[in-house]
C-alpha cells in the first residue's frame, strides 16, 4: 500500500510561475525523498529532507516538512519548459522496515 | 559511469516464460530496492535487501517472484511463469542506510 498521497494528482501552469506540491503520509518518519520522472524514464532524485529538518533548498527546488501534520511540500520556483514531469515523494517508515514507499505522483505540465 | 545499472533495459516475452532481469547497485551501497511501476502510477514496492539479507518481500507478490542479492552486490529478480499483468516497467534503486536512493532507467517488461 502507498504511503504517501501527492496533492494535486496533475497541475498545469505558464512557464515562468512557480509549481508547488503537496504530499501527506501517514507514519512517523527517518526522511522524506523527492523525485522527478519524465515520461518513461527512470526516477531522478531531487532532495532529501529529515525528520529533524524544516526545510531545505536545491537551485529553484524548495522543500518543506512539518512532521506534526505529516505533511510536505515541494515548491519549483520561475518554472521552465523542462520542469515538465512527474513528481513523486517517498517516505520510510521508523517503526517498519524503513523501506522506502512512493506516492501515486503529481503530473507537473509546464505550458510555454 | 557509476549510477545504478539494469539490465536489460527492454525485455519481450511470451506468456508462461521465465524471466530475469539483473541491477548493479551504486558501488558500496548496502540497501537495494526493487519497484514496479505500470503507467500513469507511482512505484510500487516489491522487495529491498540490506546487504546480502532480504528485510522484506511485498504481500502482494506471488510465488512466482523471486529476488537474490548474493554476497550483497548485483541483484537479480526473477519472475516465473509470466502472465499479461506481469507487464510493467520494473525499477532498482540502492541507498546506503537512511539516505538518498537512486533509481536506474528501468527494464521493460512486456508479456505478448
Known amino acids: 500500500s502507498q504511503q504517501g498521497e501527492e496533492d494535486p494528482q496533475a497541475l498545469s501552469i505558464q512557464e515562468g510561475e512557480n509549481a508547488t506540491m503537496n504530499c501527506s503520509y501517514k507514519?512517523?518518519?527517518?526522511?522524506l525523498q523527492w523525485y522527478r520522472q519524465n515520461s518513461g524514464r527512470g526516477l531522478v532524485h531531487l532532495i532529501l529532507?529529515?525528520?529533524?529538518?524544516r526545510e531545505k533548498h536545491s537551485g529553484r527546488l524548495r522543500v518543506t516538512l512539518d512532521t506534526s501534520k505529516k505533511s510536505s511540500s515541494l515548491l519549483i520556483t520561475a518554472s521552465r519548459a523542462a520542469d515538465t514531469a512527474s513528481y513523486f515523494c517517498?517516505?520510510?517508515?521508523?517503526?517498519?522496515?524503513?523501506?522506502?514507499?512512493f506516492g501515486q505522483g503529481t503530473r507537473l505540465t509546464i505550458n510555454p | 559511469d557509476t549510477g545504478v545499472s539494469q539490465d536489460p533495459r527492454h525485455k519481450i516475452t511470451k506468456r508462461g516464460q521465465n524471466v530475469t532481469f539483473r541491477c548493479d547497485p551504486i558501488?558500496?551501497?548496502?540497501?537495494l530496492y526493487w519497484y514496479r511501476q505500470t503507467l500513469g502510477q507511482g512505484p510500487e514496492f516489491l522487495t529491498y535487501?540490506?546487504?546480502?539479507?532480504?528485510?522484506?518481500k511485498s504481500r502482494l507478490l506471488s510465488d512466482r517472484f523471486s529476488a537474490e542479492r548474493p554476497k550483497g552486490s548485483f541483484s537479480t529478480l526473477e519472475i516465473q511463469r509470466t502472465e499479461q499483468g506481469d507487464s510493467a516497467m520494473y525499477l532498482c534503486?540502492?541507498?546506503?542506510?537512511?539516505?538518498?536512493?537512486?533509481f536506474g532507467q528501468g527494464t521493460r517488461l512486456t508479456v505478448v
Open positions: 535487501f540490506q546487504n546480502e539479507a532480504q528485510l522484506e
Open positions: 507514519t512517523s518518519i527517518n526522511n
Open positions: 529532507i529529515r525528520s529533524n529538518e
Open positions: 534503486a540502492s541507498s546506503f542506510i537512511l539516505s538518498e536512493a537512486f
Open positions: 517517498a517516505t520510510d517508515d521508523v517503526q517498519g522496515a524503513q523501506k522506502l514507499v
Open positions: 558501488s558500496e551501497h548496502n540497501r
